[in-house]
């Protein structure tokens, strides 16, 4: 059984390229994505959509929120869903602020994307996917 992703990223290249790594490295299937803090809310709070794991980025489109308003949103979801910040901004002052959040992990998209990958597979694994 795949886990299932939810990517919160508002550049297409990006978001295209983690769905394809999840894919191919840990049976983690993307299942929706959203370019806006109101649209990644509103998917991941509604009970009909199942998802294991949120992949978050912290800068969203202009007008779109962030991903701290997301987190903020799913403080209290299930104890068996993931979050985790996926950011160019992952500072030490964000990722505190993140955890402080509820983040499960915080992930510098230019120099730890593979470390977030790493994350989810584990994830994966532990849930008895490959």
Not at 51 to 76: K, T
Request: aromatic share 6%.
């Amino acid at each position: 059984m795949a886990l299932k992703a939810f990517i919160v990223e508002d550049q297409a290249p990006i978001r295209e390229s983690l769905t394809e790594a999840l894919s191919e490295l840990g049976s983690i299937e993307t299942a929706g994505w959203a370019t806006t803090e109101k649209k990644a809310t509103a998917w991941l709070l509604d009970p009909a959509n199942h998802w294991d794991i949120a992949i978050v980025d912290l800068v969203l489109e202009p007008g779109g929120g962030s991903g701290f308003g997301v987190l903020q949103a799913l403080r209290n979801r299930g104890s068996t869903q993931k979050m985790v910040v996926l950011s160019g901004t992952a500072n030490p002052q964000v990722r505190r602020h993140c955890e402080e959040m509820g983040a499960d992990g915080v992930f510098d998209k230019a120099m730890e994307t593979e470390a977030m990958l790493d994350y989810c597979v584990a994830l994966a694994r532990a849930a008895g996917g490959h």
